[in-house]
């Protein structure tokens, strides 16, 4: 298994289209994260699935943000209606929970620029 | 809302120096993960520490997290251009026994010079 691979690693787009994202985790893991990071900050959670099942939702994920993770497998992040303010990094993560602390695996991330 | 401070927010050493890097928070965390960044990459795993007062190495790191499970430091000894990377704390909370939703600080930005 060669970890969490997010595509596309860059999207450029116009304000007002929509856009998503894809993120295969590693295979075992039934956590799948999604964060956002923007220039000099750390990653801010959006949201997190375990299994197919999406558990939490931040406040900074407006009604214009959807995810899904079908099956438990891959997930995908849609943006609609894109706006300036919406770029920045988007990175997912996985991990295998255990009662004490969770490793997370992130992936490179897809770097979303909105012109 | 639990925030974390990391300082120094920049940090740029001469190769073969020490440092030390800082993350502190007015709230109590469950565990507390190091992790390091560069550019145009995910955070990758250095460390999680579960325990008051615990210390831990990984080679030339090492990691310490606060009796009182507020703060943690990192320190790196004879620091060589590869430990060059942004140093992200991040926090768990204890929530119905699950850990989950990291909450991250800003982050050390570290430039070693050769």
């Known amino acids: 298994d060669t970890g969490v691979s997010q595509n596309p690693r860059h999207k450029i787009t116009k304000r007002g289209q929509n856009v998503t994202f894809r993120c295969d985790p590693i295979?075992?893991?039934?956590?799948l994260y999604w964060y956002r990071q923007t220039l000099g900050q750390g990653p801010e959670f959006l949201t997190y699935?375990?299994?197919?099942?999406?558990?939490?939702k931040s406040r900074l994920l407006s009604d214009r943000f959807s995810a899904e993770r079908p099956k438990g497998s891959f997930s995908t992040l849609e943006i609609q209606r894109t706006e300036q303010g919406d770029s920045a990094m988007y990175l997912c993560?996985?991990?295998?929970?255990?009662?004490?602390?969770?490793?997370?695996?992130f992936g490179s991330g897809t770097q979303l620029s909105v012109l | 809302t639990q925030l974390l401070e990391q300082s120094p927010q920049f940090l740029s050493i001469q190769e073969g120096e020490n440092l030390t890097v800082y993350c502190n928070s007015s709230?109590?965390?469950?565990?507390l993960q190091w992790y390091r960044q560069e550019p145009g990459e995910g955070p990758v795993l250095l460390v999680t520490?579960?325990?008051?007062?615990e210390v831990k190495k990984l080679k030339r790191l090492t990691f310490q997290f606060g009796d009182a499970r507020k703060d943690s430091s990192l320190h790196i000894t004879a620091a060589q251009p590869g430990d060059t990377g942004l140093y992200l704390c991040?926090?768990?909370?204890?929530?119905?026994?699950?850990?989950?939703?990291?909450?991250f600080g800003k982050g050390t930005l570290l430039t070693v010079n050769p």
């Open positions: 520490v579960v325990t008051g007062g």
């Open positions: 699935f375990q299994n197919e099942a999406q558990l939490e």
């Open positions: 709230s109590v965390f469950s565990s």
């Open positions: 991040a926090g768990a909370f204890n929530s119905g026994g699950s850990n989950y939703k990291l909450t």
């Open positions: 295979s075992e893991h039934n956590r």
């Open positions: 993560a996985s991990s295998s929970w255990s009662p004490w602390s969770e490793k997370l695996f």
